[in-house]
């Protein structure tokens, strides 16, 4: 089992600045995938941002020049710094990791971190 712990999430104004975090715990080997999702009221869930442990990131079009993802291999930590904030980049960001469990075995495991609120004021 892994668990993930979120933060960050908070109410700003648009052009501010936010920087959300997820550490990871439990039975890890290694994560191949971190990243975050986003959910807006009445939409599906989106990849906002993800990156692998090599290190190849994907971001959707709308936050390219704006959000950073970052990761720390050593500590399972994946962190999405948030610039220049936009009332449409407000939802609820979601922690998503891709974990293998042991070095013995192939499969691996996707878990969800519970959520954290981003609110973008105009």
């Known amino acids: 089992q892994v668990q993930l712990v979120e933060s960050g999430g908070d109410s700003v104004q648009a052009g501010g600045s936010l920087r959300l975090s997820c550490a990871a715990s439990g039975t890890i080997f290694s994560i191949n995938i971190m990243g975050w999702y986003r959910q807006a009221p009445g939409k599906q869930r989106e990849l906002v941002a993800d990156?692998?442990?090599?290190?190849?990131?994907r971001y959707v079009d709308s936050v390219k020049g704006r959000f950073t993802i970052s990761r720390d291999n050593a500590r399972n930590t994946v962190s999405l710094q948030m610039n220049n904030l936009k009332p449409e980049d407000t939802g609820v960001y979601f922690c998503?990791?891709?974990?293998?469990?042991?070095?013995?075995?192939?499969?691996?495991?996707?878990?969800w971190g519970q959520g954290t609120q981003v609110t973008v004021s105009s």
């Open positions: 998503n990791v891709d974990v293998l469990p042991y070095a013995w075995v192939s499969t691996t495991y996707v878990y």
């Open positions: 990156m692998t442990k090599e290190g190849t990131i």
